[in-house]
C-alpha cells in the first residue's frame, strides 16, 4: 500500500482563520504566569506576526528562529511563522550563545523572535535582525495569507544539546501537515472543545505538536514550564485536566509524589 501523496499547497491561513470563527472566545491557551490566550487572540496574533514578516520582505522558506520559554508567547509565535510559510527554527530556551550560534549557522536564519531579556545572548550569537513577541504581541490581523507551497522547508527541528551540539532535521511544509494529521490519527481519544491536555515539556519539541492538533479540535492546552512534581500534582489535583504529555522520564518524576494516588479524570 502506496503511502498518501503530500499536498503540494497548504493554505494555513484559511485552516486557522477557520477556527478562529468556529471557536471565537474560547480560551486557546493558558501558562502557570497566569496568562490566557482566546482563540480569535491566537490567531490574530500569529496573522500579525506573519503579514509582519511578510512586509520586512522575508520570503516563504526563509528561516526565521525563535527562543521562548513555555508561555503563551510559544503559541501565537510559532503558528505565526508557520502560517507565513516560513521554516521555524525553534531554539531550545537554555541554549548557550554558542549553541544559538551553531544552530543559526547550521540553520542559515538571520532573524530571530525572543523575549528582550534574551537580546543581549542573541546579539552574541550573531543574529542582526531581532523582533521581540512583546513589540507585536498587543497587535492582531484578521486578513488572509498566502497559501505555501508544499515543498518549501517549513521546519528546522533541533535536538535538546545534551548528547553533544544540537542536530537539526529539516521538515517541508507538506510533511509538517502530514505530521499534524498522523498525530490527530494516533490518539487513543478525540478530545471535545473545551477540553484541557497539560504542556509541561518544551513547547519546541513534541508539546508544540500536540497543541496543533489540540487547536483543531477547540480544546485548550496548559502551558507549565518545566516539570516541578509537587507543583504538577497540584494543576492534576483540580481535576479539568483530560490528557498529560509526559515521556518516560517525565513520568518516572512524576510517579515519586504520586505514589499510588489516582487522577480519574486524566
Known amino acids: 500500500m502506496s503511502p498518501p501523496a503530500l499536498p503540494a ?17 474560547r480560551t486557546a491557551a493558558s501558562d502557570s504566569l497566569g496568562g490566557v490566550l482566546r482563540y480569535e487572540e491566537l490567531i490574530g496574533r500569529a496573522h500579525a506576526l506573519a503579514a509582519h514578516l511578510i512586509d520586512k520582505g522575508l520570503r516563504p522558506g526563509t528561516p526565521v528562529a525563535s527562543l521562548l520559554p513555555n508561555v503563551l508567547d510559544a503559541t501565537w509565535v510559532g503558528l505565526g511563522i508557520k502560517l507565513g510559510g516560513f521554516a521555524e527554527v525553534a531554539l531550545g530556551w537554555g541554549y548557550t550563545a554558542d549553541e544559538l550560534a551553531w544552530c543559526a549557522r547550521l540553520s542559515g536564519a538571520k532573524s530571530l523572535i525572543a523575549p528582550l531579556e534574551r537580546t543581549a545572548l542573541a546579539r552574541e550569537a550573531g543574529f542582526a535582525d531581532l523582533l521581540s513577541p512583546e513589540a507585536i504581541c498587543s497587535t492582531t490581523a484578521s486578513e488572509p495569507l498566502p497559501a505555501v507551497a508544499g515543498d518549501l522547508a517549513g521546519r528546522i527541528q533541533f535536538t535538546s544539546g545534551t548528547t553533544g551540539r544540537p542536530k537539526g532535521v529539516l521538515t517541508s511544509h507538506a510533511r ?41 479540535v477547540g480544546g485548550e492546552i496548559v502551558l507549565h514550564d518545566g516539570v516541578d512534581p509537587h507543583k504538577v500534582l497540584g494543576v492534576l489535583r483540580k481535576g479539568d485536566i483530560a490528557a498529560m504529555f509526559a515521556p518516560p522520564t517525565v513520568m518516572a518524576k512524576l510517579m515519586t509524589v504520586l505514589d499510588g494516588q489516582a487522577l480519574p479524570p486524566l
Open 9 to 25: 499547497i497548504i493554505d494555513w491561513s484559511r485552516h486557522t482563520r477557520s477556527l478562529a470563527a468556529r471557536f471565537q472566545n
Open 176 to 216: 509538517r501537515w502530514m505530521g499534524e494529521q498522523m498525530q490527530k490519527a494516533a490518539w487513543p481519544f478525540m478530545p471535545a472543545p473545551g477540553s484541557k491536555i497539560l504542556l509541561m515539556t518544551p513547547y519546541v519539541h513534541g508539546a508544540g505538536l500536540l497543541a496543533t492538533g489540540w487547536f483543531d
